[in-house]
Nanobody
Framework: QVQLVESGGGLVQPGGSLRLSCAAS????????MGWYRQAPGNQRELVAT???????NYADSAKGRFTISRDNAKNTLYLQMNSLKPEDTAVYYC????????WGQGTQVTVSS
C-alpha cells in the first residue's frame, strides 16, 4: 500500500511562509503524479497544486504566484512551499498520490492567523 506521511503544518501569521512535506512509500515515486489538496471546515476538498512525474506543475487560481509544488525523487518527497499566506489559506492540507492507486495522506493543519 501507498503511505504518505506529511509534516510542516502549523500556525503562521498572514504574509508568512510555510513549507509542507510529504514523504511517500509503497510507490515508485518517480513515476507517480502527486498533488496537494486542502479542505476548510464546511467546504469541499479542493485541488491546490499538482505535479506530474515529469515535473510539470499545475496550480489552482488561488495558489498561483504564491505556492510552489516540487518533488525530490531521490528522497521520495513532495513539497509545497507556501508564501504570502492569507487567512483564507487556513485548511487541512492533504498529500495525494495517483499511482499505483489514489492515495491520501493524513492531512496537516495550516492555520493563518494573527
Amino acid at each position: 500500500q501507498v503511505q504518505l506521511v506529511e509534516s510542516g503544518g502549523g500556525l503562521v501569521q498572514p504574509g508568512g511562509s510555510l513549507r509542507l512535506s510529504c514523504a511517500a512509500s509503497g510507490t515508485i515515486f518517480s513515476i507517480s503524479a502527486m498533488g496537494w489538496y486542502r479542505q476548510a471546515p464546511g467546504n469541499q476538498r479542493e485541488l491546490v497544486a499538482t505535479i506530474t512525474s515529469g515535473g510539470i506543475t499545475n496550480y489552482a487560481d488561488s495558489a498561483k504566484g504564491r505556492f510552489t509544488i516540487s518533488r525530490d525523487n531521490a528522497k521520495n518527497t513532495l513539497y509545497l512551499q507556501m508564501n504570502s499566506l492569507k487567512p483564507e489559506d487556513t485548511a487541512v492540507y492533504y498529500c495525494n498520490s495517483r499511482w499505483p492507486g489514489n492515495a491520501w495522506g493524513q492531512g496537516t493543519q495550516v492555520t493563518v492567523s494573527s
